[in-house]
């Protein structure tokens, strides 16, 4: 037996129900504060509205799965119109409706908010740094290809600067509040060889330590910052200090900003596009099963990466489809081309992820025992339908046909928080993630939520055609409330 190492799946994934009242409402059924939330109104043909804490909150950041607007940006109008999420709280988030009746906090309308925690409020990470010489010597993180780049970092994070490479014996990392002069003190701490020092003991005794860190706590508020050497100037950059989360990545040939959740595989990507291919770092530690990557002015479609897009074992890259679209699985290599690492995933010059000049935002997710589970199953078309195993009680699933003949259908949404009033089986509210439509609620059986999967319960092309292959993603629900909670490994 297994078991998940996620204490409570309430503390990472939450789902949220309210009845909207037309003005400014608070949501705090969570235990976590999110990083991305995707809400929806059930029964009304309002859009879907999806923010995350990477691009910050507020009435010029949303995005929708749905259709090809891009921020603040719905079909013509402003999406503060149509409301918008203003904030992320300690325990859930802040949402307001907007002039013209719609998407978020209607008056009468009730809505279902999907919320997940990313890297949180107080991410840690370490940098490695080194000397290189680049019209002179200059700081590298990482290894990183280009030097002297301008680092952005999270307020409330800690960041440790591992600076003890020979190349940098002679060049102390520290870091002011102007480019090669007045340090920086708020929340830094010095250490030579393991033991903490004041900064002239730093600076003095840097040369002739084995091992030295530079650590960091960012303060709020945080004024904007330099990384320099104490001994020459021109070798270091700014530091960007921001009240939105995220923090610089160079585990590719692109700078990313990553908010990342280890633990449970999700992580927050933004990055820049340069029309060229390019790697991006993804901060998870593990290869990533599925992301969701959109061009935020909306000019293009989402574009959906899915590992098993390729056929069991495979790496997906030649496929992609889109979150906003019916279409199944489409062969097209300029969107992904080489499969993810541990580190990074890799996007082509197609402009949908790699527009040049573009910024581009990357939703990134794994597999973790326990938790999170993305797959395929394969349909039989009756009633008695496919068992899919999970090592879970799911808690969401979403699923959408990938291939087959009749795999040209919507994507769909079944959670735990909307089914019946009663609480038990089977599944039958269904959302469309690409579409703006009022909950289907079937008049058949669509699906169980067993203990350690889903099972389907009755026939139908959009999820249980005969022969044809669905990818899905799934969450799973606490239990018993504390770790050692039972997670058949798969």
């Not at 935002?361 to 349909?379: D, E, L, Q, R």
Request: aromatic share 12%; proline share 3%; hydrophobic share 25%.
């Amino acid at each position: 037996m297994a078991y998940t190492t996620i204490d409570k799946h309430s503390s990472h994934f939450e789902i949220s129900q309210w009845a909207g009242d037309g003005g400014t409402q608070n949501i705090t059924n969570h235990n976590f504060q999110p990083d991305r939330i995707l809400l929806k109104s059930r029964a009304t043909g309002d859009g879907w509205s999806l923010q995350d804490s990477v691009r910050g909150f507020g009435s010029t950041t949303k995005l929708s799965p749905y259709d090809g607007s891009g921020e603040n940006d719905s079909g013509g109008g402003s999406y503060s119109n149509y409301g918008y999420l203003s904030q992320a709280l300690a325990n859930g988030f802040t949402t307001v409706a907007g002039s013209t009746p719609g998407q978020n906090n209607k008056s009468g309308n009730n809505y279902v908010g999907y919320s997940q925690l990313a890297g949180g409020t107080a991410p840690t990470q370490t940098y490695t740094v080194k000397v290189v010489s680049d019209s002179g010597n200059k700081y590298r993180f990482d290894d990183f290809g280009t030097s002297a780049v301008t680092l952005d970092l999270q307020e409330g994070g800690t960041y440790t600067f591992d600076v003890s490479d020979s190349s940098m014996n002679s060049h102390p990392f520290v870091i002011g509040t102007a480019a090669n002069g007045t340090e920086y003190s708020t929340g830094v701490t010095y250490k030579l060889d393991g033991v903490t020092k004041t900064y002239s003991q730093y600076t003095s005794g840097f040369s002739a330590a084995t091992s030295r860190q530079l650590i960091i706590t960012l303060a709020a508020s945080a004024p904007a910052l330099y990384y320099w050497c104490s001994a020459h100037s021109g070798m270091g950059g700014a530091i960007n200090t921001n009240s939105t989360t995220g923090s610089s990545d160079f585990g590719g040939t692109g700078q990313s900003l990553v908010n990342a959740n280890t633990t449970t595989g999700c992580s927050i990507v933004k990055y820049s596009g340069t029309g060229s291919a390019q790697s991006i770092g993804h901060g998870l530690g593990v290869v990533p099963n599925m992301m969701w990557i959109r061009r935020t002015d909306g000019t293009e479609d989402w574009a959906v990466y899915f590992k098993e897009h390729g056929g069991a074992g495979g790496s997906g890259v030649n496929y992609y489809q889109a979150l906003n679209t019916t279409e199944k699985r489409s062969s097209n290599t300029n969107r992904f081309s080489v499969a993810p690492t541990s580190s990074a995933f890799t996007v082509n010059t197609h402009s949908a992820v790699n527009h040049s000049g573009g910024t581009h935002i990357a939703y990134c997710f794994a597999n973790k025992p326990g938790f999170s589970k993305m797959g395929v199953y394969t349909g039989n078309g009756n009633s008695d339908g496919p068992f899919t195993y999970t090592g879970f009680k799911p808690s969401f699933v979403m699923y959408k046909g990938m291939e087959g003949s009749n795999a040209v259908d919507n994507w769909e949404i079944q959670d735990n928080a909307r089914f019946n009033t009663d609480k038990r089986n089977p599944q039958n509210e269904t959302l469309y993630p690409n579409l703006n439509n009022a909950e289907g609620v079937d008049t058949t059986d669509r699906m169980d939520f067993l203990s350690n999967g889903f099972k389907m319960r009755t026939n139908g092309s959009d999820y249980n055609g005969s022969g044809q292959q669905y990818i899905y993603m799934a969450f799973g629900q606490t239990i018993v409330g504390s770790n050692n909670v039972p997670a058949t490994a798969y």
